[in-house]
């Protein structure tokens, strides 16, 4: 039997789909090619516009999952065995699609044995959760008994941790970028409290990361009551405001950094990478989102006609959405970016490039939800494939 579906998470999973598939729309605009290339100044402002927006769709996913799941409602057993057969199949599946279909088969999958296809690079959220999954038995007893104090101080030592990026970017300037074997940058950190070229595990580092968002899920669920609309827009407007316009100037500094006025700036994709700064899921402004976020989602309770025959479907296909998105985005940014042509120069002027991240987004999203509320409904074989 189905659990009680909790409504609200319905609406957000289907926002969250959409803002990842407008932040994989956007980046053709920031990363040209082999390299980071923005073309325009209008170009570089609607990249950090559409990009800051969507950011906190991978938290949230996160979020969701810790409402649902933490603490644990059953067995550690139970628990791995309903979350492999859900996670882990689809999984599994679209990684060897993407495999065989971007770029050298035989090398993808010698790749696969230490990592994810970097061609299929939002398959690394899958990791990241199985992951967080593997720790949630070990905090469900405390999480049980947790008191809202209590909580609410850990949640402050992690929100500290969201400011070590832009610490870090303050104190270290312009960090240096190390390329791996894979060509993936890691720009090099400046080391704080703790850590050093010998030790990577400093003061904050068990309290950082996704685990706040595991620990924030778990603050909605048990210690955020209703609101009223006028009480949720006056807290969650501001609050997302805030952390919209630490991403947005944060992203632009940067670029401005480099560019010094002039347009097109270029360079390695390790560029692109600390240009992403101020937008990384474990800093301030992604975190201050997510919060606007969920307090606006938890308000969306209509289970009428619309929510059972649109929304329902498009949650329950989420998973495999979000995993099989980019084979339909890339041909149609492809497509879009032919037909309307390129920043300043393209058809619709300074509007070209927003109205060529918002269609792909839009195209992309209808044509995945249909493709995948079908193939879910392949008798046995439709969860395998879908989730």
Not at 89 to 118: R, S
Not at 224 to 241: D, I, N, Q, R, Y
Not at 361 to 373: G, P, S
Request: glycine share 10%; with cysteine; charged share 15%.
């Amino acid at each position: 039997m189905e659990e009680k579906r909790v409504i609200w998470l319905d609406w957000l999973r289907v926002t969250a789909c959409f803002l990842v598939m407008l932040t994989h729309s956007t980046e053709p605009f920031y990363l040209g090619g082999e390299g980071s290339l923005i073309l325009t100044r209008s170009d570089a402002i609607w990249v950090a516009v559409m990009d800051v927006l969507s950011r906190a769709a991978v938290v949230l996913f996160v979020m969701a999952s810790s409402y649902l799941q933490f603490p644990l409602h059953y067995s550690t057993k139970d628990f791995f065995r309903k979350r492999a057969f859900r996670i882990l199949p689809p999984f599994l599946i679209w990684t060897l699609v993407y495999a065989l279909v971007w770029g050298e088969p035989v090398q993808n999958f010698k790749d696969l044995v230490w990592n994810f296809n970097y061609a299929a690079g939002h398959l690394w959220f899958v990791y990241m959760l199985v992951g967080l999954y593997l720790v949630m038995p070990l905090l469900s007893p405390w999480a049980e008994k947790v008191g809202k104090r209590e909580l609410q101080v850990y949640l402050g030592i992690w929100l500290f941790t969201t400011f070590i990026p832009l610490i870090r970017d303050w104190i270290g300037g312009a960090a240096p970028v190390i390329y791996g074997p894979s060509g993936i940058p890691n720009p090099a950190k400046y080391p704080l409290w703790g850590e050093a070229s010998w030790n990577t595990y400093g003061l904050f580092y068990y309290i950082s990361g996704m685990l706040g968002y595991l620990l924030l899920g778990l603050y909605f669920r048990k210690f955020v009551g209703e609101m009223s609309w006028k009480k949720t827009l006056a807290l969650a407007l501001p609050v997302f405001s805030c952390g919209f316009a630490i991403g947005v100037f944060g992203f632009l500094r940067r670029v401005g950094v480099d560019s010094q006025g002039v347009f097109p700036v270029e360079g390695p994709v390790g560029l692109a990478a600390i240009w992403e700064t101020p937008w990384l899921n474990d800093c301030i402004g992604v975190v201050l989102m997510a919060i606007g976020w969920i307090l606006l989602l938890r308000k969306c309770q209509s289970d009428g006609a619309f929510y059972h025959k649109l929304i329902l479907p498009v949650s329950k296909a989420g998973y495999g959405m979000y995993l099989s998105h980019l084979l339909v985005l890339v041909p149609v940014s492809s497509r879009l970016r032919e037909a309307l042509g390129l920043g300043n120069d393209g058809v619709l002027g300074i509007w070209t490039t927003p109205v060529q991240i918002l269609l792909t987004a839009m195209v992309t999203y209808v044509l995945v939800a249909l493709v995948c509320i079908l193939l879910q409904r392949i008798p046995k074989l439709g969860k395998i494939i879908i989730g």
